[in-house]
């Protein structure tokens, strides 16, 4: 397992990370010594424990959450309080967090970029004396490198990876006679039978405060013309936005609009996913955090395919992001923080952790046992098989630019003729990022 996460997660590949964990409804949980009590505060009413603010929100992830804070004081060396929030809720308010007079002390979060960007504002804890523990200093060179911030101190500390692909469920396929396609046009056939069915074809969900669904297809898209090395350069502002290669995504994109559910950026993926899950659509470009929204009885059902090859030349890339937590420079509890995130690291919290939620994630350390399920099984093989390894779009560039792609993939699917003046003025709106 060593191996392969050196395998998959080499330094050329350190792609920057993006805002993506957690679905569900908001509200928060305080968990303290295994009490579960209501409260509004990202901080804890019990004295010394540490606050764990965390945006996994679905169902079987903030039952799972709440299992780990148990275990963690069952074993004894501190506390922690847990305070859920809406995953979205979360991802706009973290900057407040962070920087108000009494911020929450540990959180949920994603290194690369979007950690780095903290770091460089002095609002994020030097973890570099929890990365000697024992168990952190078995993690991999890539994973010690991706969690290390441009000032050499170790800032994030990774728990669990996940991948993407076209989700469906195995029963639906099986009752419309339809098969996982090989190629992109046995994809568009597959779209044509799903159609033809009077099903839609492809789910989406990028309505509501969930437009950044959309960043997926683009992801996708562009990885599979024109390459991981070249996405990663265009996030970076090496590339134009405005460039015909870019324009060639789009053209590619058109070919599947018609098969999209209408519905599709009118409804948040939330909504999308029950859709899936009820046979209303067909499939969908989504990670497997969604799972943890799904009922138990359907897990076994789930399954998914790698999205479409397009042009065999260019190398295999696969979407794998890693998440886990950092904490807040602030924070009056230093010594429990650290010692909470050393805890965090063990094999045994990523096991109890996956146990608890529909355990789709893969664990980041080397001895941690996945769920050793038929899909997740699939999944690990997926992302061994890449020749490259991409995030999602704010993870691979940073928080800023993220609306930017909103705002462009919105227009885009509701007017896809339009498409010239939309990357003329994506071009400008990103540039304004890049030299902010």
């Given at each position: 397992?060593?191996?392969?996460?050196?395998?998959?997660?080499?330094?050329?590949?350190?792609?920057?990370r993006r805002?993506?964990?957690?679905?569900?409804?908001?509200?928060?949980?305080?968990?303290i010594?295994?009490?579960?009590?209501?409260?509004?505060?990202?901080?804890?009413?019990?004295?010394?424990?540490?606050?764990?603010?965390?945006?996994l929100?679905?169902?079987?992830?903030?039952?799972?959450m709440?299992?780990?804070?148990?275990?963690?004081?069952?074993?004894?060396?501190?506390r922690?309080s847990?305070?859920?929030?809406?995953?979205?809720?979360?991802?706009?308010?973290?900057?407040?967090y962070?920087t108000?007079?009494?911020?929450p002390?540990?959180?949920?979060?994603?290194?690369?970029?979007?950690?780095?960007?903290?770091?460089k504002?002095?609002?994020?804890?030097?973890?570099?004396?929890?990365?000697?523990s024992?168990?952190?200093?078995?993690?991999s060179?890539?994973?010690?490198?991706l969690?290390?911030?441009?000032?050499?101190?170790k800032?994030f500390?990774?728990?669990?990876?996940?991948?993407?692909?076209?989700?469906?469920?195995k029963?639906?396929f099986?009752?419309?006679?339809?098969?996982e396609?090989?190629?992109?046009?046995?994809?568009?056939?597959?779209?044509?039978?799903?159609?033809?069915?009077?099903?839609?074809?492809?789910?989406?969900?990028?309505?509501?405060?969930?437009?950044?669904?959309?960043?997926?297809?683009?992801?996708?898209?562009?990885?599979?013309?024109?390459?991981?090395?070249?996405?990663?350069?265009l996030?970076?502002?090496?590339h134009?936005?405005?460039?015909?290669?870019?324009?060639?995504?789009?053209?590619?994109?058109?070919?599947?609009?018609?098969?999209?559910?209408?519905?599709?950026?009118?409804?948040?993926?939330?909504?999308?996913t029950?859709?899936?899950?009820?046979?209303?659509?067909?499939?969908?470009?989504?990670?497997?955090?969604?799972?943890?929204?799904?009922?138990?009885?359907?897990?076994?059902?789930?399954?998914?395919?790698?999205?479409?090859?397009?042009?065999?030349?260019?190398?295999?890339?696969?979407?794998?992001?890693?998440?886990?937590?950092?904490a807040?420079?602030?924070?009056?509890?230093?010594d429990?923080?650290?010692d909470?995130?050393r805890y965090?690291?063990t094999?045994e919290?990523?096991?109890?952790?996956?146990?608890?939620?529909?355990?789709?994630?893969?664990?980041?350390?080397?001895?941690?046992k996945?769920?050793?399920t038929?899909?997740v099984?699939?999944?690990r093989?997926?992302?061994?098989?890449?020749a490259?390894?991409?995030?999602?779009f704010?993870?691979?560039?940073?928080?800023?630019?993220?609306?930017t792609?909103?705002?462009?993939l919105?227009k885009?699917l509701?007017?896809?003729?339009t498409?010239?003046?939309?990357?003329?003025d994506w071009?400008?709106?990103?540039?304004k990022?890049?030299?902010?």
């Amino acid at each position: 397992m060593r191996a392969h996460r050196e395998y998959f997660m080499t330094n050329h590949q350190l792609s920057r990370r993006r805002v993506l964990a957690g679905l569900g409804a908001a509200g928060t949980t305080a968990l303290i010594s295994g009490c579960v009590t209501s409260t509004s505060s990202g901080k804890s009413s019990s004295k010394g424990a540490v606050t764990l603010q965390s945006n996994l929100s679905a169902p079987q992830a903030k039952s799972a959450m709440e299992d780990l804070v148990a275990a963690y004081a069952k074993q004894g060396s501190g506390r922690a309080s847990l305070n859920t929030v809406a995953s979205e809720t979360f991802r706009t308010q973290l900057p407040t967090y962070l920087t108000s007079a009494n911020p929450p002390d540990v959180y949920t979060w994603y290194p690369g970029s979007v950690a780095d960007s903290y770091a460089k504002k002095n609002l994020l804890l030097d973890l570099s004396d929890v990365w000697d523990s024992p168990d952190l200093k078995r993690y991999s060179k890539a994973l010690h490198t991706l969690c290390t911030a441009s000032s050499g101190k170790k800032v994030f500390v990774p728990t669990t990876y996940y991948w993407w692909g076209m989700f469906y469920r195995k029963s639906n396929f099986a009752k419309w006679g339809v098969e996982e396609p090989k190629s992109w046009d046995d994809f568009l056939d597959l779209c044509d039978k799903l159609k033809s069915k009077g099903v839609a074809p492809i789910g989406l969900g990028a309505g509501g405060n969930t437009a950044w669904v959309a960043s997926a297809w683009f992801d996708y898209l562009d990885i599979r013309i024109n390459g991981a090395d070249y996405h990663r350069q265009l996030l970076a502002g090496k590339h134009r936005f405005d460039d015909p290669e870019v324009r060639k995504v789009f053209d590619r994109w058109q070919e599947v609009l018609p098969y999209f559910d209408p519905n599709g950026a009118a409804v948040p993926f939330e909504d999308a996913t029950t859709s899936l899950l009820n046979g209303r659509s067909g499939m969908m470009l989504i990670g497997t955090f969604f799972a943890d929204a799904a009922p138990k009885d359907a897990l076994g059902d789930i399954d998914f395919f790698r999205f479409p090859v397009i042009d065999a030349k260019v190398p295999l890339a696969e979407e794998a992001p890693t998440d886990g937590y950092f904490a807040s420079a602030r924070t009056g509890r230093g010594d429990q923080v650290k010692d909470l995130l050393r805890y965090l690291a063990t094999a045994e919290a990523q096991e109890i952790y996956l146990k608890g939620s529909s355990g789709t994630a893969l664990p980041c350390h080397p001895d941690a046992k996945d769920t050793g399920t038929a899909l997740v099984k699939k999944g690990r093989k997926h992302i061994e098989s890449a020749a490259e390894i991409t995030q999602f779009f704010n993870r691979d560039s940073s928080d800023a630019l993220q609306p930017t792609a909103d705002n462009a993939l919105i227009k885009f699917l509701a007017k896809p003729k339009t498409i010239g003046s939309i990357l003329t003025d994506w071009q400008r709106d990103a540039e304004k990022i890049w030299s902010a």
